[in-house]
């Protein structure tokens, strides 16, 4: 498998989730599935499946979450920000204006578990991401979107 790049505050995201489910869920799903087991026949009791049933998916996200942090190439923006030379890389965090409308967005690009656009970090490998790497500031990108292609220019990088 492939190395998946992630920040360093992704990957603490993912490890919080994990210690979650391996500390907390997984213990009560198996005192809720002893519990349930008590209501006699097996065949028919919906509380002892219900159990069994999310015990499988905490099972499942428990292994795809060691799964991407075993696979997990850390980024730190920081460290790379004096060879960046003012240059969107990944981590950076960008603002950029739209050439037409004259509004300003800031998106952080990081990796694709990531990625929440509601809180303003998309993916590396969007396609507004993809037309970000690399330039600087006052650079004019034209991006494809579904609605049609938008001019924005870089106004500020930064790398937190």
Do not use: W
């Amino acid at each position: 498998m492939n190395q998946i790049p992630m920040t360093l505050r992704g990957v603490n995201k993912l490890r919080q989730e994990l210690e979650e489910l391996k500390n907390i869920k997984r213990p009560a799903m198996i005192s809720a599935i002893a519990s349930a087991r008590e209501y006699g026949d097996l065949k028919e009791n919906a509380e002892y499946h219900a159990a069994r049933e999310e015990q499988g998916f905490c099972e499942g996200r428990i292994q795809e979450l060691e799964a991407k942090l075993s696979h997990s190439q850390i980024i730190d923006v920081t460290k790379m920000a004096s060879n960046a030379n003012g240059r969107v890389i990944f981590g950076s965090t960008v603002t950029v204006l739209n050439i037409e409308t004259k509004q300003e967005f800031t998106y952080c690009i990081v990796g694709d578990d990531e990625a929440d656009f509601k809180k303003k970090l998309i993916s590396v490998n969007s396609p507004m991401a993809r037309g970000l790497i690399g330039k600087m500031i006052e650079d004019i990108t034209l991006i494809k979107a579904p609605g049609g292609d938008i001019e924005y220019q870089i106004v500020r990088v930064e790398y937190l």
